[in-house]
């Protein structure tokens, strides 16, 4: 016998419930299981078939190469466009639908008065 033993105490582990938030997280990831396993089986084929011209890389270079060679008042228009965003932001005080329509409103209204063809296109095809 020990003089410092002590009494065995029986713990329980209690799971903490889950959330109406947590549970639909849980559902959807059950609901996209077998897309998103799709997707990377895919993925992963086409990596193994041509490793050398992935998707990525050539997205990415041509990214570079208009940045560094961008068309005259490239710059500028980005800046206001961006900055439509952040005005956006700031107005969208409150409601989160209106963090999320604020800013991508102004965004869209500001590239429109750039890209005014572009913004013809995309109304006739949506």
């Known amino acids: 016998?020990?003089?410092?033993?002590?009494?065995?105490?029986?713990?329980?582990?209690?799971?903490?419930?889950?959330?109406?938030?947590?549970?639909?997280?849980?559902?959807?990831?059950h609901v996209m299981e077998p897309y998103t396993a799709w997707c990377q089986t895919e993925l992963i084929d086409s990596s193994e078939v041509d490793t050398d011209s992935s998707l990525c890389s050539d997205f990415?270079?041509?990214?570079c190469e208009f940045l560094q060679n961008p068309p005259a008042?490239?710059?500028?228009?980005?800046?206001?466009?961006?900055?439509?965003?952040?005005?956006?932001?700031?107005?969208?005080?409150?409601?989160?639908?209106?963090?999320?329509?604020?800013?991508?409103?102004?965004?869209g209204i500001g590239a429109s008065v750039y890209y005014p063809q572009q913004a013809v296109s995309i109304a006739k095809v949506s």
Do not use: C, D, H, W
Request: aromatic share 12%.
């Open 1 to 29: 016998l020990s003089l410092y033993s002590s009494p065995a105490r029986e713990t329980k582990y209690v799971e903490n419930p889950q959330s109406q938030l947590e549970e639909g997280v849980s559902r959807l990831r």
């Open 60 to 63: 990415f270079s041509e990214g």
């Open 73 to 107: 008042g490239f710059y500028p228009r980005l800046g206001v466009i961006g900055f439509a965003g952040i005005v956006g932001l700031f107005l969208a005080r409150g409601s989160k639908i209106k963090k999320l329509v604020y800013p991508a409103g102004l965004m």
